[in-house]
């Protein structure tokens, strides 16, 4: 059984979100430590996945001047394969669509691309890479995307 927590990162739960992302970012994929933290994590809220009571999986949502970004999307790798990715990024959506938006953008890595579509994301942009990892940019409209995919 799972349940959602939403944070901040002046809330004592942030040391999950900093565990979670350094075990899956870090040290699984090579992410560079150095960046893995930013600016973005004082503006975010992170919701913050609990499987029973513990925490399995975090993902962040902060305004831009453009809208609303979902990113550094993680679960344990022991926690896989349960839909807890989906789960997550759905919370992350429906906090954004909360708070009025109407896109919400995420860089996916490569290999989440086919992850993100059949969530409702659509690709807009070139690969980037970020804290050394390959990214495509990709967007979700509420009306046009997202709400179908809920159907």
């Known amino acids: 059984m799972y349940n959602i927590k939403f944070i901040k990162s002046s809330d004592n739960e942030f040391e999950f979100v900093k565990r979670i992302r350094t075990a899956v970012f870090t040290n699984e994929q090579g992410a560079n430590a150095l960046t893995e933290f930013d600016d973005y994590d004082n503006k975010a809220d992170f919701a913050l996945l609990f499987d029973s009571d513990k925490p399995v999986g975090t993902a962040r949502v902060v305004r831009l001047d453009k809208g609303f970004k979902i990113g550094r999307i993680a679960v344990l790798k022991e926690y896989r394969g349960k839909g ?9 959506l429906e906090k954004a669509f909360e708070k009025g938006t109407d896109a919400v953008y995420v860089d996916a890595q490569n290999y989440a691309v086919p992850f993100y579509e059949k969530i409702g994301f659509k690709v807009i942009g070139d690969e980037i890479t970020d804290r050394g990892l390959p990214h495509i940019p990709m967007m979700i ?8 995919k809920e159907k």
Do not use: S
């Open 141 to 148: 409209e509420k009306e046009n995307d997202y709400v179908k």
């Open 84 to 92: 807890y990715g989906v789960v997550i990024v759905r919370a992350v």
